[in-house]
């Protein structure tokens, strides 16, 4: 679960689509709006290839969001998105407006039937969250 970064920032509000469908609004002290989506690590598409390493080097990597999701947040005048991959440890940002502009995104359908709007996985601002906090399972290899 995300709690805001600084003092100043707030949430604005919750939008949900379905029951695991749901992005949180979030408003810094200047009032720029941005979404904060949680997703999966499969959710990331990866075109016909069978590993992600492979399709980011091919340049058939993208990552999607709902669509109905991105045109409730245009109606309360949210600017930037930020997706956030706890697998991975990964926060990608990018405009908005790149998932509406025709050249930059394209329209697919999730394993789930849901309607998504990808954009390729190099218009992202990538940041690393670090390396897991939680505890990890003791291996035998660990404990000889």
């Known amino acids: 679960m995300l709690r805001p970064i600084s003092k100043g920032m707030k949430r604005a509000g919750l939008l949900k689509v379905a029951p695991r469908v749901q992005g949180k609004i979030m408003e810094t002290e200047s ?12 959710d990331i598409w ?3 290839s069978k590993s992600l390493s492979e399709a980011i080097e091919k ?25 956030v991959v706890e697998e991975q440890r990964r ?11 025709e050249e930059l995104s394209r329209v697919r ?23 897991n906090l939680q505890k990890r399972k003791r291996t035998a290899r660990q404990t000889a």
């Open 31 to 42: 009032g720029t709006r941005f979404i904060v989506i949680e997703q999966r690590g499969r």
């Open 46 to 48: 990866r075109g016909k």
């Open 59 to 83: 340049g058939e990597a993208g990552i999607g969001v709902d669509k109905v999701l991105l045109m409730r947040a245009m109606n309360h005048e949210v600017t930037t998105v930020m997706i």
């Open 91 to 101: 926060i990608f940002l990018t405009p908005i407006a790149d998932f509406f502009d």
């Open 109 to 131: 359908a999730n394993y789930q039937g849901r309607a998504h709007r990808i954009v390729s996985y190099e218009r992202f601002t990538k940041k690393y969250l670090g390396p």
